[in-house]
């Protein structure tokens, strides 16, 4: 069983940057797809960013020039770096992956408040 563990939230002040990261606890090899996703108070989960296996990236509109998301394949990690975040970025982050045999994991979520 493959778990994901996410690092990095915490609160910070409008403006202000962050990065997130997410390891496998074992290396995987068929990976389709690494992502992030989100889900504030009340809300649905929503996409934040994704990458496949050949480098596509996809942003969600609302964060699109501020994020940008990597990967470190020799670790099965995927990062988000968010960069002049507003409050309304304020969510749990869940970090996703994805393998060609359609398994699906989710990491356990971590915190992001943007806050005065």
């Known amino acids: 069983q493959v778990q994901l563990v996410e690092s990095g939230g915490c609160l910070v002040q409008p403006g202000g940057s962050l990065r997130l990261s997410c390891e496998a606890s074992?290396?995987?090899?068929?990976?389709?797809?690494m992502g992030w996703y989100r889900q504030a108070p009340g809300k649905q989960r929503e996409l934040v960013a994704t990458t496949t296996s050949r480098g596509r990236e996809n942003y969600a509109d609302s964060v699109r020039g501020r994020f940008s998301i990597s990967t470190d394949n020799a670790k099965t990690a995927v990062y988000l770096q968010m960069n002049s975040l507003k409050p309304e970025d304020t969510a749990i982050y869940y970090c996703?992956?994805?393998?060609?045999?359609?398994?699906?994991?989710w990491g356990q979520g971590t915190q992001v408040t943007v806050s005065a």
């Open positions: 996703n992956l994805r393998t060609w045999a359609r398994n699906d994991y």
């Open positions: 074992r290396r995987i090899l068929s990976i389709d797809v």
